[in-house]
């Protein structure tokens, strides 16, 4: 894992490597040729030594690449290049990849099983090419202002580029109270989107013409197999050891995230059985220590269970003031305003392991995203059928269930459920993913400049886009692809990779291996939620490994005590963030709508904590970076 930044046409106020330097911390360097520039910063993992150094110049000097990720079959690859003559420095997969693009150009893509974002200058042919693994799990960005043209693996390097335009776009403010966090290319700025996962896009160095285009062909819709639960059980467990296996692929020591969830414990198991006599360290948070846990069940009994279980070593983190004094912080490396507390969960257990010689962690992000393991799965087969009924009398039913009070954590749960069940099947999936109550419009939560800026914006309209094209998909596969494409790139893996590589830790994700995520593709519905039970044939496998009452116990989120944070420790914040000054001042939001929404909040009539969270976290970004607004 690694940082890259890429030039063209660009002036640098600042060396834009000293904003990347956490991503690399062991060798940086760039290569300036033409009106192209290339920088990395490296994190030594595979091939320790100065072969593995970039950016990397081919052979015969034609091309130069730069490359953030780890190619976890590039061995396999690499025997292919060897047939065929290649000759080798070192052992690093850089230079299997560098090779493979020589070799098969734009089709090496296919042969990759693993988690990437990299630039390739072709100097001959005087072009450039970005690509981004198929999954989002390494991130890449795009700033592109007048014939100034940069990528970065993080926003705030373009920071560094003279004259930097600084205009924010509004839509994205609309995304982040929306869903908590912004889907598809929109980030906060108007001229830097993301580069879109599964993508490659080439740059005409001289005609300056940008395209791009998919480099993998999504699975077809409809096409599950017809296995019974004991194939199904069989052929998972081979393909996650296998995925497992892969991704030890390592020259410096591996460490777990274990959460005492399912995902990540059965990770962990898999590596014991596959290592019964290796040491393994663990790493986890107590999380809940000196809160009230208002409804939410605590992982740490588990996570311990699990560790004596399987006899490995589980370092367990507390530290009660790192919500607050890392707030901050952790907006800052996000890149993005990000309304969660889990990413400062990953970066004190990424900090502690690079503490203990650890470079690498292994984690079960995508877990849930594969085989069904939210809430919201659950809830959408029981939409589907309660979508049987009339229309009108749905409407009064959502009606009477938001005329409740939303303090209470189940109440709360059931207006999301409910909130859009007079609209079709696709805008209620969306309906999922969105944290505004129905009272919360953005008529009242922006200021009147903002607001004319957004009023014909539609939040949904990303995913919906995403929902139309998997007509023939059943229920759960249609709202998988919905995860898979936003709230699991644009969230999950967004906070996991930025605040472990801050640390100069690799964050790596066994259930996004290529192979296996294919695979859950033609798992039938029936197997992904069965009698009631979220990842069932998963489970299955599971029980294998691990205890039943580790397997089958009640899902929690890898987060942080909110509601009692936001009544104690955050007060600071939220003075400092939200006071009526400040408000004015930014002229983003009303005023009047937020003193509402917090005193409301306050006095237990409605829960808005993580309405609130959202705005603390756009007004820490707006504190931290530069901003301008038409």
């Given amino acids: 894992m690694c940082g890259i930044v890429i030039g063209v046409n660009t002036k640098w106020g600042n060396d834009p490597l000293s904003t990347l330097s956490h991503r690399g911390p062991d060798f940086s360097n760039f290569i300036k040729k033409n009106n192209i520039f290339m920088g990395h910063t490296r994190l030594s993992i595979l091939d320790l030594s100065k072969t593995g150094n970039q950016p990397m110049v081919s052979n015969d000097k034609n091309y130069i690449m730069v490359y953030n990720g780890e190619i976890y079959n590039h061995i396999e690859v690499r025997e292919k290049l060897i047939l065929k003559g290649y000759i080798f420095r070192g052992t690093s997969d850089s230079e299997t990849l560098l090779n493979s693009w020589i070799e098969w150009g734009k089709n090496c893509l296919k042969l990759l099983n693993g988690i990437f974002a990299f630039g390739i200058y072709d100097i001959k042919r005087k072009k450039l090419y970005i690509a981004r693994d198929r999954f989002g799990v390494k991130p890449q960005y795009f700033y592109h202002c007048g014939n100034t043209i940069a990528f970065s693996s993080e926003i705030k390097t373009f920071l560094n580029i003279k004259n930097f335009n600084s205009e924010i776009e509004p839509n994205a403010l609309v995304n982040y109270l929306t869903f908590l966090w912004s889907p598809g290319e929109i980030t906060m700025y108007k001229n830097i989107k993301k580069i879109l996962p599964g993508t490659i896009s080439e740059l005409d160095l001289e005609k300056m013409s940008f395209k791009s285009s998919k480099f993998f062909l999504e699975p077809e819709s409809n096409d599950y197999w017809d296995y019974t639960e004991k194939d199904w059980v069989k052929i998972i467990d081979e393909k996650l050891n296998q995925a497992v296996e892969r991704q030890m692929l390592s020259d410096t020591p591996i460490g777990y995230f274990l959460s005492g969830g399912l995902d990540s414990s059965l990770l962990v198991a898999m590596a014991r059985t596959q290592f019964p006599s290796k040491k393994i360290e663990c790493f986890t948070i107590d999380q809940f220590r000196g809160s009230n846990q208002k409804g939410y069940s605590d992982d740490l009994p588990f996570a311990k269970k699990v560790s004596e279980f399987l006899d490995i070593n589980l370092n367990v983190i507390y530290d009660r003031a790192m919500w607050v004094d890392f707030f901050d912080k952790m907006i800052w490396h996000l890149d993005e305003p990000q309304a969660d507390l889990a990413p400062i969960n990953v970066s004190k257990i990424s900090k502690q392991a690079k503490l203990m010689g650890i470079k690498v962690l292994i984690g079960g992000a995508g877990g849930d995203d594969i085989f069904s393991g939210y809430r919201r799965h659950m809830a959408a087969i029981f939409n589907d059928k309660i979508n049987l009924l009339p229309k009108p009398i749905l409407s009064i039913i959502s009606k009477t269930i938001h005329s409740f009070s939303s303090s209470n954590h189940i109440f709360r749960r059931m207006k999301k459920l409910t909130r859009d069940w007079d609209k ?106 069965r009698k009631g039970i979220s990842k069932y044939i998963l489970k299955k496998v599971a029980e294998k490994y691990l205890p039943d009452d580790v397997i089958y116990r009640s899902k929690t989120g890898f987060g942080a005590p909110l509601d009692d944070l936001l009544e104690s420790d955050f007060k600071f914040i939220i003075q400092k963030y939200l006071n009526e000054k400040k408000i004015k001042e930014d002229n983003i939001f009303n005023h009047k709508t937020i003193s509402e929404i917090l005193n409301k909040n306050k006095q237990g009539d409605v829960s808005y904590n993580y309405n609130i969270l959202s705005l603390l976290s756009i007004q820490s970004w707006l504190k931290q970076f530069p901003w301008s607004i038409n």
Avoid at 511 to 519: M, P, R, S, W
């Fill in 424 to 529: 079709g099947s696709n805008q209620q999936l969306m309906g999922y993913f969105n944290w505004l109550p129905n009272e919360l419009t953005i008529s009242k939560i922006f200021s009147n400049k903002v607001y004319n800026e957004v009023k014909n914006y539609d939040p949904y309209n990303y995913g919906l886009n995403i929902l139309s094209s998997k007509t023939n998909s059943q229920l759960i596969d249609k709202l998988l692809m919905l995860e898979q494409k936003t709230f699991l790139i644009d969230h999950n893996l967004n906070y996991t990779d930025k605040l472990s590589m801050l640390h100069g830790v690799e964050a790596r994700v066994p259930y996004l291996d290529n192979d296996l995520v294919e695979l859950t593709t033609h798992i039938p519905q029936n197997f992904k939620i």
